[in-house]
């Protein structure tokens, strides 16, 4: 089994910062690409921010310049720093994982794991 621990939201004014962190807890033979993805009431859930094993990164486009994702592959944890936070960013942030799994010697298997999601809420 493969669980995503989520931690860092909270209420902050608007033009505030928060840090969200993600660590994948299991028993993982490899973690591919890590993302944080957001949900505001009545929207659909879409892309924040992902980046790959290699630290290639990638932003929507209404957070560059004010997102930043990281991760420690030792810890399995990625981050998302968010600066100049505005009323729109308003949402439940979730983490997603890419995670290869071997279930046996000779098997693999991908999964794409989700965590329980962390509300963020900014005031105007």
């Known amino acids: 089994q493969v669980q995503l621990v989520e931690s860092g939201g909270g209420l902050v004014q608007a033009g505030g910062s928060l840090r969200l962190s993600c660590a994948v807890f299991?028993?993982?033979?490899?973690?591919?690409?890590m993302g944080w993805y957001r949900q505001a009431p009545g929207k659909q859930r879409e892309l924040v921010a992902d980046i790959t094993s290699g630290g290639f990164t990638n932003y929507a486009d209404d957070v560059k310049g004010r997102f930043t994702i990281s991760r420690d592959n030792a810890k399995n944890t990625v981050y998302l720093q968010m600066n100049s936070l505005k009323p729109e960013d308003t949402a439940v942030y979730f983490c997603?994982?890419?995670?290869?799994?071997?279930?046996?010697?000779?098997?693999?298997?991908?999964?794409?794991?989700w965590g329980q999601g962390t509300q963020v809420t900014v005031s105007s």
């Open positions: 997603n994982a890419e995670v290869v799994i071997r279930p046996t010697y000779s098997t693999y298997s991908l999964l794409h794991s």
């Open positions: 299991g028993t993982i033979f490899r973690i591919n690409a």
